[in-house]
Each structure stands twice: as C-alpha cells, then as structure tokens.
C-alpha cells in the first residue's frame, strides 16, 4: 500500500511540474494578435464606415469587420451566407456583402449576421 501512494504522490508530482514547465511556454493572446495582424488582407470606406477584409489563417473564406471611427460596431462577421457552405470566396464579394449590412444597418438601425439567399443572387455573390 504503501509503495502504491509513494508512486501516486511522484506521478501526481511529475505531472504538476510537466503542466507548468509546457504553461509557461504558450502564450496564446499574442499568438492570436499576430495571426490577426498577418490576416488583414484589405481594408475601405463605406458611408463612414471602414470595412476591413480578412482571410483567416487555414481557411479559404473571407471575413471582414466593420468600424466607425476606429471603434468596432459590428462583430466579426465570419460567413454571413448560411446557404454557402464554403462561404465568402472572394474580396469583392466580401466588399457586396459588408455594404449591404452597412446599408440594412442605415434602414433599420440593426446590424445584420446573415445575408439572405435571394440579396446573394441579386448581388451576384458567388455560392460555392
């Protein structure tokens, strides 16, 4: 019994000092800060709005942001297209799609997550 409890306090030991050596070494938040920088692809204007068209890093999908006055009023928007699978696959067609939330914001007063299917096809926005 006793020679099980030595050799549970000595792994149990091991295990503290390998999980702080390898936490020590990740840092994750500056990690995520220099991909987000390397991502930025292109960036305009848009009725005072500045829209900034990413690429994330291992994906094949655009994404953009949208800000005023270098504050961001909209959340990341990802793939706005539901019905895309493979979701944005060009700059121009990220440029349509923030424009078109930009001008539903200025209507309606709220910020927009999906772009219907029939807006797409009247935009020309490709589809997978």
């Not at 503290?16 to 800060?33: E, K, R, W, Y």
């Not at 999908?61 to 961001?72: L, P, R």
């Not at 696959?89 to 209507?107: G, L």
């Not at 299917?117 to 589809?127: F, S, T």
Request: proline share 5%; net charge positive; aromatic share 8%.
């Amino acid at each position: 019994m006793q020679v099980y409890l030595k050799r549970l306090c000595l792994m149990l030991l091991l295990h503290i000092i390998v999980s702080n050596v390898f936490a020590q070494t990740h840092d994750p938040v500056s990690l995520n800060a220099q991909r987000r920088i390397k991502s930025t692809i292109d960036s305009g204007r848009y009725r005072g709005y500045m829209i900034t068209i990413q690429l994330p890093p291992n994906s094949k999908s655009y994404g953009f942001d949208i800000s005023k006055d270098d504050e961001m009023v909209g959340n990341q928007f990802k793939n706005p297209l539901p019905f895309a699978i493979n979701g944005i696959r060009t700059k121009e067609d990220a440029y349509k799609v923030a424009q078109w939330i930009i001008d539903e914001h200025s209507n309606t007063g709220h910020w927009q997550h999906t772009m219907p299917p029939h807006i797409a096809k009247r935009l020309k926005i490709e589809c997978n």
